[in-house]
């Protein structure tokens, strides 16, 4: 499936419960530090970054519920990005990924939802993936 045909199928809101729990189907996962270590979280059994804001957690709760969300093994878990110890811009760059005839560039996000969001741009698909929004 390609990405376009995977975004046609999907909404434009889409739990990240939902897809981390895809997550475990996978070999390999590339995410950013700080999304490796709210799975690493979970994987311990603790609450992921998300759940730590009390106003998030039950909402995090019910998609884990609705969804049988299980967490997945960190060990598959790739970090090919250094981040900034500190955002101090609305988007930082921070590197690039080829995806098959997709080029992102790489950025973390200050944060709406949690601190650190990525985001990936493909400006010659005008493709664009971040926080839950896919377009």
């Known amino acids: ?44 059994g603790k609450d992921n970054f998300r759940e730590q804001n009390i106003l998030h957690k039950p909402y995090i709760r019910i998609c884990k519920a609705l969804t ?6 960190p060990q598959k878990i790739v970090v090919p990005w250094q981040s900034p110890k500190e955002l101090t811009e609305p988007l930082t760059s921070i590197g690039f990924l080829d995806f098959g005839d997709l080029h992102f560039e790489v950025f973390r996000r200050k944060g709406r939802h949690i601190y650190g969001e990525t985001v990936l741009i493909d400006y010659v698909n005008k493709n664009r993936i971040h926080g839950r929004h896919i377009r």
């Open 68 to 73: 049988g969300y299980r967490p997945c093994d």
């Open 1 to 44: 499936m390609t990405l376009t045909q995977w975004k046609r199928s999907c909404s434009s809101h889409i739990p990240t419960s939902t897809i981390a729990g895809l997550l475990d189907d996978f070999d390999k996962i590339i995410a950013s530090e700080a999304s490796k270590r709210s799975l690493e979280l979970e994987f311990e």
